[in-house]
């Protein structure tokens, strides 16, 4: 299972990476990251596959997946 | 499998761009195709005085800030001051189709040995998304409130069907709307820099590229917008392609 680390601090809040990620893993979470923008979360019971999709898509470099 | 941010991304600070901007997805597959290629110490970029300028806070790479619409211009002096470097010119559509369109022309037709990464939204961002010449029919911006009108303001400038008549090294479109389309550009971007590295020519790849602020809408739609309407009258894909396959 891999794993997503989402750096929360850089997160504009854009949802592209939840748009994308094809197990509904990141979701938004309706709380406000440290800019003022309504940052993503992970869905603690969803599976990470490790695509990817989230890591190319997110414009200010949040996210990286771990094997 | 592992996916870990660039080294060459500069995670130091922030570019402000706003959210969704595709700017820094471009940013991020110019860097891992420069590191695939391990030339990383060779780039040399010069940005555009426009959103693009903010590429020299996500990058590592030495920037030069060109005036608006001269970023392609500055970047063929650059070669010949520096042959040795990879130059890359990253303006967006608002410069280099509208008051640097005789730059990128040129360069083209002089066939520069320089990558042009035009970052396409079919608006002038930063200036609050004016009408530019890449703006689509009936695409409502700031300058046309109730949609470009092809009678009142011209025709839509597609740049392919200019430069496809030069004997440039490479010309293509890419978007990133999608993680596919993301990954094809990055694959163009790269063989645009070993075009370069082997002398080739002049390559200018243009990007579709979502502006959810200046469209005015969600950052998701945009990137809807890119794959119903703009790709539609911009289509993607390879249109030279000097000793390529085409």
């Avoid at chain 2, 650059?78 to 730059?103: M, N, Q, T």
């Avoid at chain 2, 300058?143 to 430069?163: Q, V």
């Amino acid at each position: 299972m891999s794993k997503v680390i989402v750096d929360f601090k850089r997160c504009k809040g854009c949802f592209l990476c939840t748009s994308v990620c094809p197990k509904g893993v990141l979701i938004p979470s309706t709380q406000l990251g440290p800019k003022g923008f309504e940052i993503v979360q992970q869905d603690e019971e969803k599976e990470c596959i490790g695509c990817g999709a989230c890591y190319k898509m997110c414009p200010d470099y949040c996210i990286e997946i771990t094997d | 499998m592992n996916f870990t941010i660039p080294k060459d991304i500069d995670m130091t600070q922030q570019a402000s761009w706003c959210p969704g901007c595709g700017h820094g997805i471009i940013c991020r597959i110019i860097t891992e195709a420069v590191e695939e290629l391990g030339v990383s110490n060779k780039v040399l970029t010069v940005d555009d005085v426009a959103c693009g300028q903010f590429g020299q806070f996500a990058m590592k790479y030495n920037t030069v800030m060109g005036a608006h619409g001269r970023t392609i211009a500055t970047a063929a002096g650059l070669k010949h001051a520096r042959p040795d470097c990879l130059v890359i010119a990253r303006p967006g559509d608002g410069s280099a189709y509208s008051i640097g369109i005789e730059s990128t022309l040129y360069s083209a037709i002089r066939n520069d040995n320089i990558l042009a990464i035009v970052i396409n939204n079919s608006v002038f961002g930063m200036t609050g998304g004016q009408m530019s010449p890449a703006t689509l029919p009936g695409m409502k911006t700031a300058t046309s409130p109730f949609g470009r009108d092809e009678k009142k303001n011209g025709s839509m400038l597609d740049i392919t069907k200019i430069l496809s008549q030069t004997d440039m090294a490479y010309l293509a479109r890419g978007a990133v709307n999608t993680p596919a389309n993301t990954e094809k550009t990055k694959k163009m971007i790269k063989k645009a820099l070993e075009k370069q590295m082997n002398g080739e020519g002049f390559c200018l790849i243009d990007v579709l590229s979502m502006c959810p602020t200046n469209w005015k809408m969600s950052e998701i739609d945009a990137c809807e917008f890119i794959k119903t309407t703009q790709s539609k009258y911009l289509p993607l894909g390879e249109f030279i392609d000097k000793g390529g396959d085409k």
